[in-house]
């Protein structure tokens, strides 16, 4: 059964007509005879009209498809061993659609999209054959760039499926959401069924790329199942095992990976001495706890030792010396910002809370951002999924039992780069009383903050309150 849409996009025709194609390939190879119901009619989704199809092909199907009956008739063909291949849109989602109605219909797709880079949204990128020896990238060239929509995710599907093929985001912008792994092709077996998804093909004239059709021939002749192919995910049980200790050359307070996978860290530094035995049960005691904090870079591919142990430390040139600050990812840069702080400007006391923001990444190192409206000493950050940062709570000035700071800010990368305050999310309750003359109940407890699973735009906090007989918990 070949379901296609036509209001959503025009490179339908071609797309039907590339799987009519391909379709007749195969049945010719397989000695088949190739039937084929073409439709754009949900009402073809009965149990008796599937129960003789071999492959369901979706062809730019987009918005709400099926009824509850339609949605069950689906469902059992694939649980029971039927075939699905998809075609670009019919991974997207913006507005009400399948995927948000239908969970198995999500789970079957394999992931959605809700937006891609613009202006234009149809530009040039690099695809990358994750799996050259897997039957299902047979034919296919180790990588090739070409033109179309790169779909970003609300959740990235690697840890689900078979990834087949991967988009290269550096290679058509810097607002790429996957960051380093980001599948565009991809199989998966459901129970007895078998699915294969890409989300290229935006272009009608994509349909008679050599590359397309053969990745399409390989997908159909999975989901036909003609073709046998492992599309299982990846393993989510490997046994790993612990490292032997590896010298720092700093106190880290904060540790986060950059886009290219090596380790950044910030810290107290040396005292310039030399301890000869940095592991035993006293510690390194040439690294001294103080405000004279550095940023260390560590290729975990290069092996650290007290010889190089030094040569990742690069000096902190912002106006914020770091100390007590948070950091987050800012995926949108692929960078690590570092936000708030100990105020290093003037003679201001090392524990007055600091407005600074730095932002770091591999390539240009650390740099300063635009200031949050309020110092911030311990705060949180939460990288929502759009790529906004949210900034909450911390203590505005002498450190421990400092006032609180009672208003979030939020930081939107599409919106150029300052601070704009969340003043409906105020709360002297969440964030202590901000220096009223009451007892702040913020102290250095700063919230612990996370997107609600599912929800993926809600922020939770949690704070501790120290009471004469012991210690409670607020929300």
């Given at each position: ?182 599948p565009i092709t991809w199989c998966q077996q459901i129970d007895s069924g078998r699915s294969w ?33 492992d599309c299982t995910p990846p393993a989510k049980d490997e046994q790993g095992e612990w490292s ?176 704009k305050l969340l003043t409906g999310a105020t709360s002297q309750d969440a964030y202590g009383d ?42």
């Open positions: 059964m070949l379901f296609y849409k036509t209001q959503f996009h025009a490179s339908h025709v071609q797309a039907r007509q590339a799987v009519r194609d391909l379709a007749q390939e195969l049945a010719t190879e397989h000695e088949q005879v190739l039937e084929i119901e073409e439709t754009d009619d949900a009402a073809a989704f009965t149990e008796e009209n599937l129960a003789d199809k071999d492959v369901l092909v979706f062809a730019q199907t987009g918005g709400v498809l099926f009824n509850d009956a339609q949605r069950a008739a689906l469902e059992d063909y694939i649980r029971g061993g039927g075939g699905f291949m998809g075609l670009h849109y019919t991974g997207w989602s913006v507005g009400q659609s399948e995927h948000d109605v239908n969970p198995f219909y999500l789970e079957l797709v394999g992931a959605m999209s809700e937006g891609h880079p613009e202006n234009p949204g149809v530009r040039s990128g690099r695809v990358v054959n994750t799996d050259p020896s897997h039957p299902l990238t047979a034919n296919l060239p180790a990588d090739i760039t070409r033109n179309d929509e790169w779909y970003d995710w609300t959740f990235n599907p690697a840890g689900n499926v078979r990834t087949l093929l991967e988009t290269d985001e550096s290679s058509y912008s810097s607002l790429g959401r996957q960051g380093t792994t980001h998804y890409t989300a290229l093909g935006h272009e009608g004239s994509a349909y008679a790329e050599p590359f397309m059709r053969t990745q399409m021939r390989n997908g159909l002749a999975y989901s036909a199942g003609l073709v046998d192919a032997g200790v590896t010298p720092w050359p700093l106190m880290p307070i904060n540790m986060a990976l950059t886009s290219d996978g090596k380790v950044q860290s910030f810290g107290s530094v040396s005292t310039g001495c030399n301890d000869s035995t940095p592991f035993d049960f006293s510690g390194d005691g040439c690294i001294s706890q103080g405000g004279q904090t550095e940023i260390d870079v560590w290729d975990p591919s290069e092996e650290r030792t007290l010889d190089n142990l030094y040569d990742g430390v690069i000096a902190n040139t912002t106006y914020t010396d770091l100390f007590c600050s948070m950091q987050v990812q800012n995926p949108h840069r692929k960078s690590i910002m570092t936000v708030g702080g100990d105020d290093s400007l003037g003679a201001n006391a090392p524990n007055d809370a600091a407005i600074g923001v730095t932002n770091y990444t591999t390539n240009t190192g650390i740099t300063d951002e635009a200031p949050m409206h309020f110092p911030r000493w311990y705060p949180t950050g939460t990288t929502l999924p759009d790529g906004r940062i949210v900034v909450q709570g911390g203590s505005s000035k002498g450190g421990p039992g400092g006032p609180g700071v009672i208003t979030p800010e939020v930081y939107n990368p599409d919106e150029g780069s300052g601070w901000g220096g009223n003359g009451q007892p702040d109940e913020n102290r250095w407890w700063y919230p612990r903050a996370f997107v609600v699973p599912g929800k993926g735009h809600r922020l939770q906090h949690q704070r501790h309150r120290d009471v004469r007989a012991g210690h409670r918990r607020r929300g």
